[in-house]
């Protein structure tokens, strides 16, 4: 055999992360490895799987998508086939997790400690990504699988939802509207609106008022959401929000205070969603079953907090 899966493993890792140095980082190998690899391929098969960049960045051709499909088809079937040396019921080989870079701090962590206290053999990566990024890595199969919303998702993609979601308003702790027990959107309208500077995320918010014919003015977009709840917090403005961090502080200590909204607008989803052309490995269908398992418990703590 011409190739060999270490040479897959170093190619698939460069595509995830469209850098040589942060591949060989993953893989605890040198970047030049991870070149030798992929020049070893393309001079096997006759074409560049990738465009070479300025530093170490690169980009996957058509070609190198469709090789690098194909490629993470047999590593995850040889991964299976060492996983014949386990227990029958144990999980063996890697999955690679897409999630949207304001839902991962909220639960990626905790579905991390939980795979690995539950399936040790499984290998787990996450990167955090903008719902376009999250959308084009499925399709080139540079993931696995993606967390995320309902939001900009390409087609052909299978979703499997793990939560629904209300929006809620989020306002500073001394801010007028906080005195009611929930808030109209025509009441924020008369406030600044702090964003996120999501493409995909501020239409989605602004769309919200729209769907009332009311014009909110937006103060600007927040990189971060904890930047954006911080913006709130200090009284820049009042935002909305669909996921709900556990603590109600700002970064700096300043209070933040959460309203449900009167209107009735759309519910958001927070699913698992991978591409229906390929199939989903075990491990990966084990990442799945724990996401479903740990969002199914939160739902639980959140209610019994609710009623409290």
């Known amino acids: 055999m011409r190739l060999t899966l270490r040479q897959m493993r170093y190619a698939l890792a460069a595509g995830r992360h469209e850098n040589l140095t ?45 090789v690098l499909t194909r490629a993470a088809r047999i590593v995850a079937e040889m991964e299976e086939l060492e996983g014949l040396a386990f227990d029958e019921d144990a999980l063996v080989g890697e999955v690679n997790v897409g ?3 304001d839902l ?12 690995k206290e539950r399936h040790p053999h499984i290998r787990a990566t996450v990167r955090e ?20 919303y309902n939001i900009a998702l390409p087609p052909d993609v299978e979703v499997e939802v793990l939560r629904t979601l209300e929006p809620y308003a989020l306002l500073p702790a001394d801010h007028p509207l906080t005195r009611g027990k929930s808030v109209s959107l025509a009441e924020l309208a008369r406030y600044s609106l702090v964003l996120s500077d999501q493409e995909d995320s ?10 009332h014919d009311l014009s909110p003015s937006v103060l600007g977009k927040m990189r971060s959401f904890e930047m ?10 009042v935002a909305i929000a ?9 970064y700096d200590g300043k209070p933040l205070v959460h309203r449900p909204i009167t209107d009735r607008l759309p519910l958001q989803q927070v699913l698992v969603a991978y591409d229906a052309r390929r199939p989903l490995s075990r491990a990966a269908r084990g990442f799945i ?3 479903q398992e740990w969002f199914s418990a939160r739902c639980q703590v959140d209610e019994f907090e609710t009623r409290r």
């Open 202 to 211: 501020w239409k989605y918010i602004l769309s919200l008022f729209q769907l």
């Open 22 to 66: 942060l591949a060989g980082n993953e893989l605890n190998v040198s970047q030049p490895s991870i070149s030798v690899a992929i020049t070893q391929i393309e001079d096997v098969m006759g074409q560049p799987l990738f465009v070479r960049q300025r530093g170490a960045g690169v980009s996957l051709t058509p070609f190198g998508r469709a």
């Open 289 to 291: 079953s724990e996401a």
């Open 104 to 115: 991962a701090p909220y639960c990626a962590p905790a579905l991390l400690h939980r795979l």
């Open 228 to 237: 954006q709840r911080s913006m709130v917090a200090n009284g820049f403005g």
């Open 129 to 148: 990504e903008s719902f376009h990024a999250l959308g084009r890595r499925l399709v080139e199969g540079a993931i696995d699988i993606a967390l995320t």
């Open 99 to 101: 999630c949207f870079e």
């Open 242 to 250: 669909y996921t709900s961090p556990f603590g109600d502080y700002a």
